[in-house]
């Protein structure tokens, strides 16, 4: 996240080296702020009968469909997020969860941590922040899953061959 000035008091920051790296530090309060990009985890659930759970967010898409996302929170590891995020966003219980691949968003700065999670099928429970939820066949996922602007698509991609043979 790139910083223009000191969250705590304001306070417009300055440039300084960090060991090799180019950070800002606040001329008030003396914080340091670096470069780091923002983690976020994003979650592809998979039912016992194979069906991918997609979800339609019409402040990302009107038109397709994307996977569980989520902000960290502070104390919590990554599974933990996943775990948390899933039940949020859809209700269901997360059994076991794999991580698959990481992957830079430019426009936000955030770094998101790929996962591909298995759950029994149950009822939706959804957040205010989901306008839908529905299982899709794994041939069906291609015509709807977002790729534009959205890491849906390819989180997907590279979870195709371990769904295929059915391996997660
Ligand atoms: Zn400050």
């Not at 080296?17 to 780091?36: H, V």
């Not at 948390?84 to 991580?99: A, I, P, S």
Request: charged share 30%; net charge negative.
């Amino acid at each position: 996240m790139i910083f223009k000035y000191c969250a705590e008091c304001g306070t417009k920051l300055e440039e300084i080296r960090c060991g090799d790296d180019d950070c800002k530090i606040c001329p008030a309060c003396k914080k340091i702020y670096g470069s780091s990009p923002v983690p976020v985890i994003g979650a592809l659930v998979v039912n016992e009968f194979h069906e991918i759970l997609l979800l339609k967010q019409d402040y990302i898409s009107t038109k397709k469909w994307t996977i569980v996302t989520g902000y960290m929170t502070d104390g919590e590891n990554a599974e933990e997020s996943v775990v948390r995020e899933v039940k949020e966003e859809t209700g269901q219980n997360v059994l076991k969860c794999r991580y698959v691949s990481s992957y830079y968003y430019e426009p936000k700065q955030l770094i998101m941590l790929g996962f591909i999670v298995s759950v029994r099928k149950s009822a939706f429970t959804k957040s205010a922040e989901v306008n839908a939820l529905k299982w899709y066949r794994l041939e069906e996922v291609d015509a709807v899953i977002a790729r534009e602007n959205n890491y849906s698509g390819i989180l997907f991609d590279n979870c195709r061959t371990m769904l295929e043979k059915g391996e997660w």
